[in-house]
């Protein structure tokens, strides 16, 4: 079974917090197949299919239709979320910037799959098991990295900033950070901790892009968990024991997007109802999980964005 999140505790792909990155990459593979206008990760089912969940890999390969096991709104988020992210970095190194780093990458394959400027390096930050699965795995699919890749094998409750030293990162060059899909996953003063840690890390022109969700109206919380146990309940149903509600950190935090403000980032944005409508996609009819009101935020630090 899976227990609440605590200090300390540990995952691999296939358990806790980690398994959430292998869902996020079994919505990106079923979103690959309904759009590939918006979304082409050729590498999110070979990546499910390897972590080895049965019910993630049947419904990433298409085997299984996803139904109300994953919902529309949930492939539909992924299309947007995968687009705005890809997006931010063809934009930033379009700009000029060459270094990238992604935190808490998991199964993240645009090392692989973007079309990167030559001389641009890709830092993947992760727990070790995490990107050594990944690079084993992609190298036996004969995968080749479409930049510089470097890996920093390390915990983000460690030292990350020195490995992704070690691994060549330079301060003094401006840098494309993303924290995509993670802030809800850190304890409250965890994620401003990172995002002190981001700032002090980057020089003038860095861009970062991450989201931020609004701190909940009364019975919000509510909803979103008991919506997260039915998505539990019929995933456990299928043999896949798992505990949604449990993995993320709830109640009140500070606002990514004016946290960063105060930090000297100035973000432009939209929200997941503006990016659906924006891509042609259907508006959301229920909102359990709080995805609407949810922003994807990118900005530049020191410098007004366009």
């Known amino acids: 079974m899976t227990s609440t999140r605590q200090d300390g505790d540990t995952w691999d792909l296939a358990s806790s917090v980690g398994a959430t990155a292998t869902a996020a990459a079994a919505a990106r593979a079923i979103a690959t197949r309904e759009d590939r206008s918006l979304i082409d990760d050729p590498f999110a089912e070979p990546l499910v299919r390897a972590v080895g969940i049965d019910l993630l890999t049947r419904l990433a390969s298409g085997e299984l239709p996803p139904g109300d096991l994953v919902g529309q709104v949930a492939i539909d988020g992924a299309k947007v979320r995968t687009r705005f992210y890809d997006d931010f970095f063809l934009e930033a190194t379009k700009a000029g910037i060459t270094q990238v780093v992604i935190l808490a990458s998991g199964l993240d394959s645009r090392a692989y799959r973007l079309a990167w400027p030559a001389g641009t390096v890709v830092y993947e930050l992760d727990r070790p098991p995490v990107v050594e699965f990944k690079t084993r795995t992609l190298a036996g699919l004969g995968a080749v990295p479409t930049a510089d890749r470097r890996v920093a094998a390390v915990d983000l409750r460690e030292d990350w900033p020195a490995a992704l030293h070690t691994a060549g990162f330079d301060p003094a060059r401006p840098t494309a950070w993303s924290a995509e899909g993670l802030l809800g996953y850190l304890p409250p003063e965890a994620q401003d901790r ?61 606002e990514a997007a004016p946290y960063l403000t105060g930090l000297g980032w100035v973000l432009k944005g939209a929200t997941t109802r503006d990016l659906l409508a924006a891509h042609g996609l259907a508006p959301l009819e229920e909102d359990d999980l709080r995805m609407g009101d949810l922003r994807y935020v990118s900005g530049v630090l020191g410098t007004a964005t366009e």
Do not use: C, H
């Open 194 to 254: 990172l995002l002190d840690t981001v700032t002090e890390l980057s020089a003038p022109g860095s861009r970062v892009a991450t989201e931020s969700r609004p701190n909940p109206k009364p019975g919000d919380e509510d909803k979103t968990k008991e919506r997260l146990d039915r998505v539990s309940e019929q995933w456990r149903a299928r043999g896949f024991d798992t505990d949604m509600a449990k993995l993320r950190y709830f109640g009140e935090r500070n």
